[in-house]
């Protein structure tokens, strides 16, 4: 069996980043592994702008900031297999894959790196009832659909889910000629981005209903029309508001769940909250030398962060295979306080080495303005940041220094709370 | 005096900002919370632009079409006009990231450009 020194399951942003800086810092024998056709994940059918800009400093579309990374995989020896599907990873780090040309294949990874990404969240997730036509479809299948492969899904379109991907194909079917009836979104506020909001919606007076959702949805072969509903703030539909509204096509924006099937064969257990698997500030999971970074780990809003935090893994695994990292006597566990939902890393493990801080990645439960992240043990405040305003919608980070954190720590809890006293989310 | 209400795309917050104008000048604007909201608002007010991203039927390409945008913002009013003229060029494979695909869109003297390189298909 042939051993290499990285394998990394899945060619999108977080694969292709983490591969690229293990390389970087010397590692040889490294093999991606990739399910689909082509390379750079979700990144080649976002052909909209707005990528890059906390990575490169500049605008860039979808397909340009993969080709960035993409470019610079093709000037390397980093091995790369596309139409190969990993049916299994086990706890010795080998792996199984399959392929129309060399069938089954078993390698073994001194190293792993799981950078399988997410997936969406369906029709049958969230349970609408009805009838069972074509014309259903994710947000991100009619993406593919129309940016990649050259089909347009319909002609009358209503759109479920205000997260961005929803906001963006609004837009985007409005601008191949289609009819955009409406987006619903059944929180009282938007999840997408102000700007997506403004540019994909407003611009071309498409509305955005709040507080609404679908109850019911008929058609034969193909969808005909969909039932709307007000729901009141518990989501319990308010009798009275219901109306149909015809339609030939129904797009999901429903959520995203981290494609996490090897990992959970791998016997790694799954966080409530995030949906990935545990790690700790290197992005390791439970067992040593396998990593988890990108959206298999936690669903991100900007692909910015997961080439950072692939990047992370891809170091970490490099300074594992030269033997370059120390254990810390006690571990630190980092924990979610108020507001807070999760954090990645959830615990620190290693020596800091010439580290300065550790980046935590978190998400806060309401949107509140003027807060500030503190970090604290027990009662002591470790340190604390300001920040103007806070969106779950939008990750939100800080830098914790490695200087602040001491040996008697052996959990640090993060919170986001009002500065003058929290008093409740909007002002 | 005319009222525009412009939602500042600056941040999450989403300042709702009020232009208010008499005979085309600018006399007054409220709901801003900083300079950067000031400033997008003006300049919404005055010439509202996007980038424009679509795509570019390909013959022979190992995919049926090419990602594309405009290389520089153009203005709001424009956007479905130029989809019009995009949706009838067809462009020959290899097309490669940053080719200029059609020349000034509407007079605007920007550009459309490939965002992706799209090889020919095998065997063609």
Redesign the interface.
Known sequence: MKVYNMVVIGAGPAGIAAALEAKKNGIDDILVVERDEYIGGILPQCIHNGFGLEYFGQELTGPEYAFEFIKELKETDIEVLTETMVLDVDKNKVITALNRKDGVIRVKGKTIILAMGCRERTRENIKIPGDRPSGILSAGTAQRYTNIEGYMPGEKVVILGSGDIGLIMARRMKLEGADVKAVLEIMPFSSGLVRNKVQCLDDFDIPLKLQHTITRIEGKERLKRVQVAQVDKDFNVIKGSEEWVNCDTLLLSVGLIPENELTKAMDLKLHPVTGGTFVNENRETNIEGVYAAGNVLHVHDLVDWVSEEAEIAGEAAANYLNDNLTKRKTKIKISPDRNVTYTVPQKIEYEFGDKNFIKIFMRVTKPIENVKVNFKYKDENIVSFPKKIVMPGEMVTANLPTALIKDHMKEIKVSIVKKEGETNGKK | MEKNDI???G????CRVTVEVENEEIVNIEGYECPTGKKYAIDEYKNPT??????I?VKNGE???V???TAEPIP?AL??KA?NIIAKKEVKAPVK?GDVLIQDILNTGVNIVA???IDKKAGV
């Not at chain 2, 996007?50 to 795509?55: F, G, N, V």
Request: hydrophobic share 35%; glycine share 4%; with cysteine.
């Open positions: 939602i500042c795309t941040c999450p917050k989403g996007r980038i424009l991203p679509t795509t039927r995919f049926p079409l990602p594309v945008k709001k956007l479905i989809m990231i965002t992706r390189n």
